[in-house]
């Protein structure tokens, strides 16, 4: 754990963080790695530090008592006869977390600045989607998968490099429109003694349409089976917290259209919390080839992605999601399976602001660049500064002790050409 208090300190800080970035624009050496009693081969494409490792055994969705997995539960008791799934390991394939879902060949989710990988072929998943085309292929038509999931991001109190999401589908085939739509009508009458205010803006448009091989009256039937679904499972969760409130209005949800390159149509769910919309979840239709992928193309149906800290985080007064990695007895004793607790804070440290600025790496004027190639030397290429890769220096060196890294001013020497950027760090502890 790294102390930062004094002025010393600070130039220390200072020099791991430079230290570390000047490490960033080296090219990897071949070496391997073992994790979980598997060896991958390093390359040019791995960029997973140990502190992101460190977080593989953790699986905080199935620790007991602990809230993320407290919603699980609560989420998987509302969609009763779904079978709970988690996959035993968050390292999966390029081709499972991308290809197989269409993602384009130039997404910047596949960047190497946004998502973390062993190597070219093996990545740490940044969606439960990944899982999808192997659920459905092993047969399950009404499934939920909660699994960690890994995302190079910024740093404030709602980004962590690892979150928690909850994947959930249900799927029919073409002979149960009748079925469906029985069971839709139900659950519209169901739905319509809440309070709950829904409003819904999305539209089926030539940029979110239903899919051409499907049935349109069965697809629309789908879509609105995930809205009833979805509505009905965020009244659950937030509906009694509301009614507790000294809020008069009743909860709000809002549909918006989205799109996601395995969903279509598509949609995002917010629910208006504390005076302002919260995007919690993204759902939609399921695209076909998913389901052809994994070998059951008599199918269709939806599918859904949340968030759970997102969601733990309104539905139990958590401030900051650094909060739940804590193993501070303090935190954990205050939650238990089965109750949505207050949380109340058991220390209040201030704020500690730094202010670090630094030159950019220079970019090779292109015809030096040029010249070097040409002389056969190849290209020497610096690395674009991307705050991101910043950014886990920071947490790498100061671990959760960092709340926030804000950009507050840039610069360029109009002699040299040379840029500069400044951050403010701001440090607070949540435990000690
Ligand atoms: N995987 C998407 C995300 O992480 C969410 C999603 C899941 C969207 C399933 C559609 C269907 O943003």
Not at 233 to 240: A, N, P, T
Request: aromatic share 10%; net charge negative.
């Amino acid at each position: 754990m790294v102390r930062i208090k004094k002025e010393s300190d600070d130039r220390i800080l200072y020099g791991l963080v430079m230290s570390r970035f000047s490490k960033l624009t080296e090219t990897s050496t071949s070496l391997e790695q073992k994790i979980e009693d598997i060896v991958y081969q390093k390359d040019a494409w791995t960029n997973t530090p140990p502190s992101i490792l460190a977080k593989l055994p953790r699986r905080l969705h199935q620790q007991q008592d602990h809230p993320i997995s407290i919603l699980r539960n609560l989420i998987e008791n509302h969609f009763q006869q779904f079978k709970a799934i988690s996959p035993a390991s968050a390292i999966v394939t390029t081709h499972m977390n991308f290809d197989e879902l269409g993602f384009p060949a130039d997404h910047p989710g596949r960047s190497l600045t946004d998502s973390y990988y062993l190597n070219q072929t093996h990545m740490l998943r940044t969606h439960t989607s990944a899982h999808e085309v192997e659920t459905f292929r092993a047969g399950n038509d009404k499934w939920l998968l909660s699994a960690d999931v890994y995302r190079r991001d910024e740093i404030d109190a709602s980004h962590y490099p690892v979150f928690h999401q909850m994947e959930g589908a249900r799927v029919w085939t073409r002979d149960q429109l009748q079925e469906l739509k029985d069971l839709n009508a139900k659950m519209a009458e169901e739905l319509a003694a809440c309070p709950l205010v829904i409003e819904d803006i999305s539209m089926t448009s030539e940029s979110n349409p239903y899919q051409p091989q499907h049935d349109p009256e069965m697809a629309k039937e789908i879509a609105q089976n995930l809205k009833h679904s979805l509505n009905s499972m965020i009244f659950q969760l937030f509906g009694r917290l509301k009614a507790k409130s000294t809020d008069e209005e009743p909860l709000k949800v809002r549909w918006i259209e989205a799109f996601f390159p395995f969903t279509t149509p598509s949609y995002e769910v917010e629910v208006f919390w504390n005076g302002e919309w919260l995007e919690i979840l993204g759902c939609g239709v399921v695209m076909q080839k998913t389901l052809d992928n994994a070998g059951a193309p008599q199918k269709l149906g939806w599918a859904f992605g949340l968030g759970l800290e997102r969601i733990a985080m309104i539905l139990f007064s958590i401030p900051d999601i650094r909060l739940f990695w804590s193993e501070d007895s303090r935190f954990l004793r205050q939650f238990q399976e089965g109750k949505i607790n207050t949380f109340k804070p058991y220390s209040k440290y201030p704020p500690c602001y730094k202010d670090l600025s630094f030159w950019l790496p220079e970019e090779k004027n292109p015809k030096e660049a040029h010249g070097a190639k040409a002389a056969g030397g190849g290209m020497t290429s610096i690395k674009p500064f991307h705050e991101n890769d910043f950014c886990e220096i920071v947490r790498d060196v100061a671990g959760d002790l960092i709340e926030s890294v804000t950009p507050i001013d840039e610069f360029t020497n109009k002699k040299t050409g040379r840029n500069s950027k400044c951050y403010r760090l701001n440090y607070r502890s949540m435990d000690r």
